[in-house]
């Protein structure tokens, strides 16, 4: 089974602080890890893919397959980073099905 | 591109009564999904298809049926509405390539 874990529900940080939101999954295999970006009362849009290796606005996440982890990073966070987070994984043997962890909120206080 | 489309945006059912949630996306995806968004549990898959005419379960499909008769449209139907089904819902379509695209949401509540 496919799993996601975001351990934190609520994170806070002033503007221009680091900011790290946790992604923890399980999968046997190798899974396609996604970072999701949800503004309030806005639709779900992409943030990052791991294989992309690309940085969106900023922020950047490594796969880490001994830890199977998938941490979003960003060195100094702005206000308008200020939402909800969520890293989700697709299974490569069946793209059509995708597990989200239960999101972390990020406040960026000024 | 519209990209993915989903009606109605809001709407108030009583227990029991059925409805159907549509969605439908303009990019030629061969695949589509449905997921509720509930406060504190995330995005949870209801169903989702690889094709027309190719239907499989997620993770919280009981309630809820879809079909899939051309890969524009990918509708939801309740049933039989339950309190416990008010919801945020979202429709996704992706190619097997690719990210996936969401709709704006259909806010739901049962009463």
């Known amino acids: 089974a496919q799993r996601v874990t975001q351990p934190e529900k609520l994170l806070s940080v002033f503007k221009g602080a680091p900011v790290e939101l946790k992604c923890n999954y399980s999968?046997?295999?190798?899974?396609?890890l996604f970072w999701y970006v949800q503004y309030s009362r806005q639709r779900l849009q992409l943030l990052l893919r791991?294989?992309s290796r690309e940085s969106i606005k900023g922020f950047t996440a490594d796969l880490n397959k001994g830890e199977t982890s998938f941490h979003l990073k960003k060195p100094f966070a702005q206000e308008e980073d200020s939402a909800m987070y969520y890293c989700?994984?697709?299974?490569?043997?069946?793209?059509?099905?995708?597990?989200f962890g239960d999101g972390t909120t990020l406040t960026v206080k000024p | 591109n519209a990209g993915v489309t989903q009606t109605p945006k809001f709407q108030v059912l009583k227990t029991g009564q059925s409805m159907t949630l549509q969605c439908a996306q303009d990019?030629?995806?061969?695949?589509m999904s449905w997921y509720r968004q509930d406060p504190g549990m995330g995005l949870r898959l209801i169903h989702y298809?690889?094709?027309?005419?190719?239907?499989d379960q997620g993770e919280v499909p009981n309630g809820y049926n879809v079909s899939r008769s051309t890969t524009e449209d990918f509708p939801l139907r309740l049933l039989s509405a339950a309190p416990s089904q008010t919801s945020v819902y979202f429709c996704?379509?992706?190619?097997?390539?690719?990210?996936?695209?969401f709709g704006p949401g259909t806010r739901l509540t049962v009463l």
């Open positions: 996704a379509s992706r190619t097997v390539t690719d990210t996936q695209y």
């Open positions: 999968y046997s295999g190798s899974p396609e």
């Open positions: 791991h294989i």
């Open positions: 989700a994984l697709t299974s490569t043997t069946n793209a059509g099905k995708s597990t």
């Open positions: 990019m030629n995806h061969e695949y």
């Open positions: 298809s690889v094709g027309a005419g190719i239907t």
